[in-house]
């Protein structure tokens, strides 16, 4: 009896702040705007979504948002693997003080820490002053980086980093220490032992840590206009401008639907492919 | 020796992106950025939710509402940030005994969206820009001013100081009251034009307008505000075209020369045109606002950054106050809104916020107190040109821009 009670406050909260919003937005995709009211008229048009599908501008966002997200989430792993490695190893007291370290970005606005970028990659900026220190690059013969791709990536890389290291370090540290010797005992090279060992049961933070630096790269839409000078259109941009100064609630609900079908899809081939991997291992 | 000096520079740098991030004091007409620095970015959903499908039309049959004249205690101001200083607000508090609350929004989209959703309500006193005024009063959103001559609810209305407005602000186009029955609905607070600044030390050559931003020769020596209407705007004015128009042709014209520009442009930004002077960038479109704050920054003088009035034309914004529907006190804000146009109070509003004022006794005091804000102001004949434009509401014609801008970007 107590069971239906409890859960109550949760169902209400699931409802009104998730089901009933989700619900709104794929009504307003089907509807008509007008200007001078923000919420369109309902009805059943599919407008929105033949713009989407037939103008090759979204096309365009598209493939660029999913090659975005893509590389953003295998650079994270790249990079993030070995850091997490490297702090499951540390012991006591070095382990927390690396696991902060990692958190610490978290202290600092997202915004300030993405418009610092600027503050390296300038063409007069921290990297190039340094480059003309070492004598690698002459004054005046800067490297350009600020508003290209490479800033971009740097910047979402950088933001985006943590959320991979967490998950990884604590599936890494779940593994015992013993396996690593069993492997050894049994003549495994390190390359074997972390291939057959290491990676396989390290599978669930890879999963997490994927899904949670990409799932909110699909919306990215700051780092792009900061770094890469808002010179090209992302998804998120779009659905953000169509919302905001576009005031077109239709194409910006039909632009999130499209996105949101995306993501479901591929989230649930991956976690497919995930599973059978990890029963294998 | 050097050494330390570049690294305080880059100290002084990160301080001010803080500083602009967080306190927003940079230029205040921005439509993505603004919300993200305040930190207020609007989430499609919380938007979606806030509203409750209000349908609203315009009302034809507007009436003066009447006055009641019980002085409130306090009344809440809804503006920009940075918009008004504390001297100008205890000024007030000291001569009628109002205190004045500010609040904030990001920008005039979240105002239009926020009051849609009735989240107007509690407020006094708002600032909208130029087409803002126009759709908030198609939409209902704002209520009729009490003003001599404009169906004022007694012979005097409530706003004497209106008289002292420049002509040219009083009957603006997107708050005709032949268009709305004879009523006024917003008084002019502080305008501004758009314009290009220019680093004559990094770029010794003569810029005189738009098509200027067009020559291959200064390829990546040119920024450009990240706005669709300023930046549409600017290549409209570049083929002589009005900047509200509503030809799509010409519009598609502006589009693809936007898209032929884009390879010369370094970075599409209306966060920090101000930095970009200051750092050297040779050609900077920017507001007049951003002009202001490069020279108090003291890094450049008049000397080395000119404020270019293109000669194809002239991009005016203004920003307006207007009382949203149900105010606390209808008195009070009459009272304030009064108080804000008086020469005296305009001054050194003007003085510190960095724009110009519209009332025209303000101005020599303004330029008494800050020889800055009015260093590259239009002169009264460049006013009366007319290329000089302000931007106004273009109804449902503003999808077709929001469509080209996508198209600009994605191209």
């Given at each position: 009896m107590a069971g239906p009670v409890l859960v109550s406050p949760m169902a209400f909260w699931m409802v009104a702040f998730f089901l009933v919003p989700l619900l709104l937005i794929v009504l307003y995709s089907f509807g008509t705007q007008h200007t001078y009211q923000s919420t369109p008229s309902l009805g059943f048009k599919l407008d929105a979504y033949r713009r989407i599908f037939t103008e090759s501008e979204y096309r365009h966002a598209f493939v660029l948002t999913a090659q975005m997200v893509v590389a953003n989430t295998v650079g994270c792993l790249l990079i993030g693997f070995p850091l997490a490695y490297f702090i499951s190893l540390k012991s006591g007291k070095r382990k927390t003080l690396f696991v902060l370290l990692v958190m610490m970005p978290f202290w600092t606005s997202f915004l300030i820490r993405t418009f610092a970028w600027k503050i390296i990659l300038d063409d007069g900026g921290l990297l190039n002053n340094w480059l003309v220190d070492l004598h690698m690059r002459t004054r005046g013969n800067p490297i350009h980086l600020m508003y290209t791709n490479k800033a971009v990536y740097a910047g979402l890389i950088y933001d985006y980093l943590p959320f991979m290291v967490l998950p990884l370090f604590v599936s890494i540290e779940k593994i015992h220490r013993s396996l690593f010797e069993a492997s050894k005992d049994l003549g495994a090279g390190k390359w074997t032992t972390f291939r057959r060992v290491t990676l396989p049961l390290s599978l669930p933070g890879i999963f997490a840590g994927s899904l949670l630096v990409a799932i909110p790269t699909t919306g990215e839409f700051v780092i792009p206009v900061i770094l890469g000078g808002g010179k090209v259109v992302v998804w998120g941009w779009l659905i953000e401008e169509a919302f905001h100064a576009g005031h077109n609630w239709v194409l910006g609900a039909a632009l999130s639907n499209v996105l949101l079908v995306f993501m479901v899809i591929v989230i649930a081939l991956y976690a497919r492919a995930m599973t059978s991997e990890e029963a294998y291992a | 020796m050097k050494k330390q000096v570049s690294e305080k520079v880059r100290e002084k740098d990160l301080l001010e992106i803080v500083d602009e991030v967080a306190k927003?004091?940079?230029?205040?007409?921005?439509?993505?950025e603004r919300g993200l620095a305040m930190g207020l970015s609007v989430s499609a959903v919380g938007t979606v939710l806030a509203a409750c499908g209000k349908k609203v039309n315009k009302n034809t049959s507007e009436t003066m509402p009447s006055m009641d004249q019980t002085k409130p205690k306090s009344i809440n101001l809804w503006n920009w940030a940075d918009y008004m200083d504390n001297a100008t607000k205890k000024n007030f508090t000291a001569k009628y005994g109002i205190q004045v609350k500010e609040s904030y929004f990001d920008d005039n989209e979240a105002l239009r969206t926020k009051l849609m959703a009735g989240g107007g309500a509690g407020y006094d006193v708002m600032v909208p820009s130029d087409y803002m005024v126009h759709i908030l009063i198609m939409s209902n959103l704002v209520e009729p001013l009490d003003i001599k001559g404009y169906n004022s609810s007694t012979p005097e209305g409530f706003i004497p100081n209106f008289e002292g407005v420049g002509p040219s602000f009083k009957n603006p186009v997107y708050d005709d009251p032949k268009e709305f029955g004879g009523f006024h609905h917003s008084v002019p607070y502080a305008w501004g034009t758009t314009g290009i600044g220019h680093r004559t030390d990094v770029l010794p050559a003569q810029i005189t307008g738009w098509a200027d931003l067009w020559n291959p020769a200064y390829s990546q020596k040119i920024d450009m505000l990240n706005d669709e209407r300023e930046d549409l705007g600017a290549a409209l004015k570049k083929n002589g075209?009005?900047?509200?128009?509503?030809?799509q042709s010409e519009l598609d014209t502006a589009m693809h020369d936007l898209i032929k520009q884009k390879p010369y442009v370094r970075t599409y930004d209306s966060i920090s045109p101000k930095s970009a002077m200051i750092k050297g960038m040779a050609l900077t479109h920017c507001w007049t606002g951003d002009v202001v704050l490069a020279l108090w920054s003291g890094a450049v003088t008049t000397k080395n950054l000119e404020f270019v009035l293109p000669i194809e034309g002239i991009p005016v914004f203004v920003d307006n106050l207007c009382i949203p529907p149900n105010p606390n006190s209808r008195y009070g804000a009459h009272l304030f809104i009064n108080y804000l146009l008086d020469p005296a109070v305009q001054a050194p509003l003007q003085a510190w916020i960095g724009y110009f004022s519209p009332v025209p006794a303000a101005v020599p005091m303004v330029k008494k107190l800050d020889s800055n804000v009015y260093a590259f102001a239009p002169t009264e004949a460049q006013l009366a040109l007319k290329t000089t434009e302000v931007y106004n509401d273009l109804g449902d014609f503003a999808q077709a821009y929001a469509t080209a801008w996508v198209t600009v970007k994605g191209a």
């Amino acid at each position: 009896m107590a069971g239906p009670v409890l859960v109550s406050p949760m169902a209400f909260w699931m409802v009104a702040f998730f089901l009933v919003p989700l619900l709104l937005i794929v009504l307003y995709s089907f509807g008509t705007q007008h200007t001078y009211q923000s919420t369109p008229s309902l009805g059943f048009k599919l407008d929105a979504y033949r713009r989407i599908f037939t103008e090759s501008e979204y096309r365009h966002a598209f493939v660029l948002t999913a090659q975005m997200v893509v590389a953003n989430t295998v650079g994270c792993l790249l990079i993030g693997f070995p850091l997490a490695y490297f702090i499951s190893l540390k012991s006591g007291k070095r382990k927390t003080l690396f696991v902060l370290l990692v958190m610490m970005p978290f202290w600092t606005s997202f915004l300030i820490r993405t418009f610092a970028w600027k503050i390296i990659l300038d063409d007069g900026g921290l990297l190039n002053n340094w480059l003309v220190d070492l004598h690698m690059r002459t004054r005046g013969n800067p490297i350009h980086l600020m508003y290209t791709n490479k800033a971009v990536y740097a910047g979402l890389i950088y933001d985006y980093l943590p959320f991979m290291v967490l998950p990884l370090f604590v599936s890494i540290e779940k593994i015992h220490r013993s396996l690593f010797e069993a492997s050894k005992d049994l003549g495994a090279g390190k390359w074997t032992t972390f291939r057959r060992v290491t990676l396989p049961l390290s599978l669930p933070g890879i999963f997490a840590g994927s899904l949670l630096v990409a799932i909110p790269t699909t919306g990215e839409f700051v780092i792009p206009v900061i770094l890469g000078g808002g010179k090209v259109v992302v998804w998120g941009w779009l659905i953000e401008e169509a919302f905001h100064a576009g005031h077109n609630w239709v194409l910006g609900a039909a632009l999130s639907n499209v996105l949101l079908v995306f993501m479901v899809i591929v989230i649930a081939l991956y976690a497919r492919a995930m599973t059978s991997e990890e029963a294998y291992a | 020796m050097k050494k330390q000096v570049s690294e305080k520079v880059r100290e002084k740098d990160l301080l001010e992106i803080v500083d602009e991030v967080a306190k927003g004091r940079i230029s205040r007409r921005q439509f993505l950025e603004r919300g993200l620095a305040m930190g207020l970015s609007v989430s499609a959903v919380g938007t979606v939710l806030a509203a409750c499908g209000k349908k609203v039309n315009k009302n034809t049959s507007e009436t003066m509402p009447s006055m009641d004249q019980t002085k409130p205690k306090s009344i809440n101001l809804w503006n920009w940030a940075d918009y008004m200083d504390n001297a100008t607000k205890k000024n007030f508090t000291a001569k009628y005994g109002i205190q004045v609350k500010e609040s904030y929004f990001d920008d005039n989209e979240a105002l239009r969206t926020k009051l849609m959703a009735g989240g107007g309500a509690g407020y006094d006193v708002m600032v909208p820009s130029d087409y803002m005024v126009h759709i908030l009063i198609m939409s209902n959103l704002v209520e009729p001013l009490d003003i001599k001559g404009y169906n004022s609810s007694t012979p005097e209305g409530f706003i004497p100081n209106f008289e002292g407005v420049g002509p040219s602000f009083k009957n603006p186009v997107y708050d005709d009251p032949k268009e709305f029955g004879g009523f006024h609905h917003s008084v002019p607070y502080a305008w501004g034009t758009t314009g290009i600044g220019h680093r004559t030390d990094v770029l010794p050559a003569q810029i005189t307008g738009w098509a200027d931003l067009w020559n291959p020769a200064y390829s990546q020596k040119i920024d450009m505000l990240n706005d669709e209407r300023e930046d549409l705007g600017a290549a409209l004015k570049k083929n002589g075209h009005s900047l509200n128009t509503k030809v799509q042709s010409e519009l598609d014209t502006a589009m693809h020369d936007l898209i032929k520009q884009k390879p010369y442009v370094r970075t599409y930004d209306s966060i920090s045109p101000k930095s970009a002077m200051i750092k050297g960038m040779a050609l900077t479109h920017c507001w007049t606002g951003d002009v202001v704050l490069a020279l108090w920054s003291g890094a450049v003088t008049t000397k080395n950054l000119e404020f270019v009035l293109p000669i194809e034309g002239i991009p005016v914004f203004v920003d307006n106050l207007c009382i949203p529907p149900n105010p606390n006190s209808r008195y009070g804000a009459h009272l304030f809104i009064n108080y804000l146009l008086d020469p005296a109070v305009q001054a050194p509003l003007q003085a510190w916020i960095g724009y110009f004022s519209p009332v025209p006794a303000a101005v020599p005091m303004v330029k008494k107190l800050d020889s800055n804000v009015y260093a590259f102001a239009p002169t009264e004949a460049q006013l009366a040109l007319k290329t000089t434009e302000v931007y106004n509401d273009l109804g449902d014609f503003a999808q077709a821009y929001a469509t080209a801008w996508v198209t600009v970007k994605g191209a």
